[in-house]
């Protein structure tokens, strides 16, 4: 199934952030339709840096890259501004569908841009930004792969003028919509009541971000239709980090955490490395005449 179809039907769709290849495995192992390639996540996972711009193309490109020579579940990636103006974004669109994307997330942000739910942000000019989805729209190769239109107006132009920006990416073809950082459940409900009906809505959960997070039952009947959790594997990460690193430190001996850890075999095992194994085998021409 591809991804529009799945974004078809009317049950939400719940794509949880990765940033490499072993969140995309654990993701895919959990059972998850779909995941979601955070520029934000490769920021804090890759380089322990904020969500300020920083990362490259090239860099974002190559963690795809990895992660799909494993993943075989949807991605949905993000390409903060398409790095550049339209013809960039060409060039971005080309380059992160050769490397395995299945959506593309284009947002309206001045450049260098900065994460959603952060202060001080700058957004382009409405008309330049549909333009940036037109040429999104004509670069890529299959009609399979979904442009996601996101806006960052609410926090700079407010809520209103962030819903007419809404209304002329739809106009100019999106696939998928993102009003980020709707600051309440009201406002949230308005946004899918807008659009709901007329094509697939994303809300973005952020732990601690500007806009309530609801389980993804409350969000589908709200309207939408597609549900990331960008941060929250990162965050997640960090925690267990914080504390395994702690106890090391201070027990000299992880013997008291392997309740919180896989051995040796069972971190194999969830790779798939048996298998990696057998299917080498018919490569091994050693003991044949």
């Known amino acids: 199934m591809t ?6 039907r009317p049950d939400i769709l719940v794509a949880p952030g990765i940033y490499d290849g072993l969140t995309a495995r654990f993701a895919e192992r959990a059972g998850f339709e779909a995941a979601y390639l955070s520029g934000a996540s490769i920021c804090y996972g890759r380089f322990a840096l904020p969500d300020i711009g920083l990362v490259t193309a090239t860099e974002a490109a190559d963690a795809l890259a990895a992660i799909r020579e494993r993943a075989t579940i949807p991605l949905v990636v993000d390409i903060d501004t398409g790095f550049g103006n339209a013809l960039n974004v060409q060039r971005t669109v080309r380059l992160f569908e050769r490397n395995g994307a299945d959506a593309l997330q284009l947002e309206d942000q001045i450049s260098p841009k900065r994460c959603g739910h952060l202060r001080d942000k700058g957004v382009i000019p409405a008309a330049e930004m549909a333009g940036k989805i037109k040429a999104a729209l004509d670069a890529r190769r299959s009609a399979e792969t979904l442009i996601v239109a996101r806006t960052d107006a609410i926090a700079v132009e407010g809520f209103e003028r962030a819903v007419e920006r809404a209304e002329a990416y739809v106009e100019a073809g999106a696939d998928v919509l993102f009003v980020e950082a709707p600051p309440t459940s009201e406002k949230l409900a308005e946004v899918g009541k807008r659009f709901g009906k007329r094509l697939p809505v994303l809300a973005n959960m952020v732990e601690g971000g500007r806009t309530p997070v609801l389980p993804a039952s409350e969000l589908q009947a ?14 997640a990460v960090a925690h267990a980090l914080e504390r395994y690193f702690a106890g090391l430190k201070e027990a000299g001996t992880t013997a008291g955490m392997a309740d919180a850890m896989y051995d040796f075999a069972g971190l194999t095992g969830a790779l798939g490395t048996d298998a990696i194994l057998e299917a080498a085998k018919r490569y091994d021409m050693k003991d044949r005449p």
């Open 3 to 8: 991804l529009r179809e799945r974004l078809s």
């Open 222 to 235: 709200l309207g939408f239709r597609i549900a990331i959790f960008p941060g929250g594997t990162a965050r």
